[in-house]
């Protein structure tokens, strides 16, 4: 009978260290090739799959941050480590931390990809960098618990310095998906953009599409729809590919806006799960859209250079007409906003740039009443937003005081028209929205003869023009 001294585990009651060092490995080297087969056994063909797999896979994004931060501290403790040796007996525990983290952060990022029918290369390499990312974890550990101070220990700072720069790409990768391949140039000044005909393939960057129509893609599509992702097989990032369609057919009929998917998508209601843009994203403004529809209508040309019923960008605009010091006026103004709850917002810092009336806040209670209080500060006041007020058609006596009016929004009010011959003697307003108003085509007639205007936009009103299929155009614009 065997003795067992205090402290002392039976002999058989566990497994020796080097068989269980084995079967981690195994375990590892399984998982590995588990993970590598995964793209290939089922594969991102860009096509919808349950809902329950985009409800677990949407944790992805959150859970993407652990593995992250676990792997960034592993040099952290590596470095403090050699004034700290203590420290240094975290690192595997964290290594080991890191490694699992990532594996449940593939999986989730898989999950969501697949669910949701995304692919593209860059869905693709920020999969195949997820994969990497694991391996080249999984190595560290078994270089950093090699029992001796051999090549392979001595690798472990190469493949932690290796493991690094894969996170790095990866995250590039993953940050591409959701901010956008854009990300860099959406900024970029109009004429770089031009002068490099950034998305444009197959159309003249001069045309209407390439001045008009493309920027409107790539500012709110290509996230979902170019070359890194590509969601139900739909690229909107040329005008070739845009005119292919996706896996659904074509979602531009050239000629009829009406049937088109496309136009159908971007004016669906807010929280309709086919909306586009899609995930939280905002919708499409009302000029957009009208542009999007007119260009439709009128043949969707990729070399048109313009389209009936938009000025030429080129067209001169009458010189801007500075305004006075209001500085005088502050303590007024912050009265008058606390009092009524619209706002006289600066252009900038500059007085002479003029002020803002925005009403955005106080919506529904703010009418007629309320805006002629305002006209003592008319004349500073450059750009009027009444959108979704209550405001009326007996407005146009107040707002023919704002002299140096230049933009003024009435989308989603009461007006019908009736009294607009007043902003005739406006001669700084050149950008008027009428959009998802009672205004009738009588009115669409006389704003036509107000040569100071550029921009009218009447979408989704009476006074809309009808094409030949009955279909109607959403912007009209006054030349």
């Known amino acids: 009978?065997?003795?067992?001294?205090?402290?002392?585990?039976?002999?058989?009651?566990?497994?020796?260290?080097?068989?269980?060092?084995?079967?981690?490995?195994?375990?590892?080297?399984?998982?590995?090739?588990?993970?590598?087969?995964?793209?290939?056994?089922?594969?991102?063909?860009?096509?919808?799959?349950?809902?329950?797999?985009?409800?677990?896979?949407?944790?992805?994004?959150?859970?993407?941050?652990?593995?992250?931060?676990?792997?960034?501290?592993?040099p952290l403790l590596e470095i403090a480590g050699r004034f700290r040796p203590a420290l240094r007996e975290a690192v595997g525990f964290v290594l080991g931390l890191a490694c699992a983290a990532c594996f449940v952060t593939l999986i989730l990022g898989f999950l969501l990809a697949y669910g949701g029918g995304e692919s593209g290369i860059t869905v693709t390499r920020h999969m195949w960098g997820g994969i990497a990312l694991f391996i080249g974890l999984?190595?560290?550990?078994?270089?950093?618990?090699?029992?001796?101070?051999?090549?392979?220990?001595?690798?472990?700072?190469?493949?932690?310095?290796?493991?690094?720069?894969?996170?790095?790409?990866?995250?590039?990768?993953?940050?591409?998906?959701?901010?956008?391949?854009?990300?860099?140039?959406?900024?970029?000044?109009?004429?770089?953009?031009?002068?490099?005909?950034?998305?444009?393939?197959?159309?003249?960057?001069?045309?209407?599409?390439?001045?008009?129509?493309?920027?409107?893609?790539?500012?709110?599509?290509?996230?979902?729809?170019?070359?890194?992702?590509?969601?139900?097989?739909?690229?909107?990032d040329s005008f070739e590919l845009l005119m292919k369609g996706g896996k659904d057919g074509r979602v531009v009929v050239p000629g009829s806006a009406q049937r088109s998917v496309l136009v159908e998508r971007i004016m669906l209601p807010a929280g309709d799960k086919h909306l586009m843009p899609a995930e939280g994203r905002p919708s499409l403004r009302p000029e957009e859209i009208a542009r999007v529809r007119a260009w439709i209508d009128q043949g969707a040309s990729p070399s048109a250079a313009t389209v009936a019923g938009f000025a030429d960008e080129k067209q001169s605009e009458a010189p801007i007409q500075p305004v006075g010091d209001y500085s005088t006026l502050l303590a007024e103004i912050q009265q008058m906003e606390h009092s009524q709850g619209a706002k006289l917002l600066p252009v900038s810092a500059k007085a002479s740039d003029g002020l803002i009336l925005s009403a955005l806040d106080v919506g529904a209670s703010f009418g007629d009443a309320q805006l002629a209080q305002f006209q003592k500060f008319a004349p500073f006041v450059?750009?009027?937003?009444?959108?979704?007020?209550?405001?009326?058609?007996?407005?146009?006596?107040?707002?023919?005081?704002?002299?140096?009016?230049?933009?003024?929004?009435?989308?989603?009010?009461?007006?019908?028209?009736?009294?607009?011959?007043?902003?005739?003697?406006?001669?700084?307003?050149t950008y008027l929205n009428l959009s998802e108003t009672k205004v009738d085509p009588s009115a669409a007639a006389m704003l036509a003869s107000m040569k100071n205007l550029r921009h009218v936009y009447l979408f989704d009103t009476p006074a809309q023009p009808v094409s030949d299929e009955g279909d109607q155009s959403s912007k009209r614009s006054a030349q």
């Open 138 to 236: 999984q190595l560290c550990m078994f270089a950093r618990s090699y029992p001796s101070n051999g090549a392979v220990r001595n690798a472990y700072p190469w493949l932690l310095a290796g493991a690094l720069c894969v996170l790095v790409w990866t995250a590039h990768q993953g940050g591409t998906l959701t901010r956008g391949s854009n990300y860099l140039t959406e900024y970029m000044p109009l004429s770089l953009k031009r002068l490099g005909s950034f998305g444009t393939a197959g159309a003249n960057p001069q045309s209407f599409y390439g001045k008009q129509i493309h920027p409107i893609f790539d500012a709110n599509c290509v996230t979902c729809h170019g070359s890194g992702k590509t969601e139900g097989g739909l690229r909107l």
């Open 382 to 429: 450059v750009e009027a937003n009444l959108a979704r007020t209550s405001v009326t058609d007996a407005s146009f006596d107040a707002l023919s005081k704002f002299t140096h009016l230049r933009a003024l929004h009435l989308e989603g009010t009461a007006v019908t028209g009736r009294g607009l011959a007043k902003l005739a003697s406006l001669s700084q307003l």
């Open 1 to 74: 009978m065997t003795v067992l001294k205090s402290g002392e585990r039976a002999p058989g009651r566990v497994l020796p260290a080097r068989r269980l060092g084995r079967m981690t490995w195994i375990a590892a080297a399984g998982t590995s090739g588990i993970l590598l087969l995964l793209p290939e056994v089922i594969r991102l063909d860009g096509t919808r799959h349950a809902d329950w797999l985009q409800f677990v896979g949407r944790f992805h994004p959150l859970a993407v941050h652990i593995p992250i931060g676990l792997i960034v501290l592993v």
